[in-house]
């Protein structure tokens, strides 16, 4: 059965770090597009971040320049670090994995950035 649990949310301040981690099973990794997406309170789930099977990144406009995502195929795992954080982050982070025309969502994590 395909799993992916992200772990690493919190709460931080205005200007401050976290890293999320995603740890998948039940696929195989190496091959999947990961991504990051997040859903603030009453918008829309959007895309934060993807890394495909090659280690090609794309990312959120709004993100670009603080957020780095990679992926570590030996422990199965994507990773999300996010730095010099904004209130505007605050969401629940979610972890998407694809290939072709399957999908499959992690349970998310919640962000938090206030003072």
């Known amino acids: 059965q395909v799993q992916l649990v992200e772990s690493g949310g919190g709460l931080v301040q205005p200007g401050g770090s976290l890293r999320l981690s995603c740890a998948a099973s039940?696929?195989?990794?190496?091959?999947?597009?990961m991504g990051w997406y997040r859903q603030a309170p009453g918008k829309q789930r959007e895309l934060v971040a993807t890394?495909?099977?090659?280690?090609?990144?794309n990312y959120a406009d709004s993100v670009k320049g603080r957020f780095t995502i990679s992926r570590d195929n030996a422990k199965n795992t994507v990773f999300l670090q996010m730095n010099s954080l904004k209130p505007e982050d605050t969401a629940v982070y979610y972890c998407?994995?694809?290939?072709?025309?399957?999908?499959?969502w992690g349970q998310g994590t919640q962000v938090t950035v206030s003072s």
């Open positions: 890394i495909s099977s090659g280690g090609s990144t």
């Open positions: 998407n994995a694809r290939r072709a025309a399957y999908t499959r």
């Open positions: 039940g696929i195989i990794f190496s091959i999947y597009f």
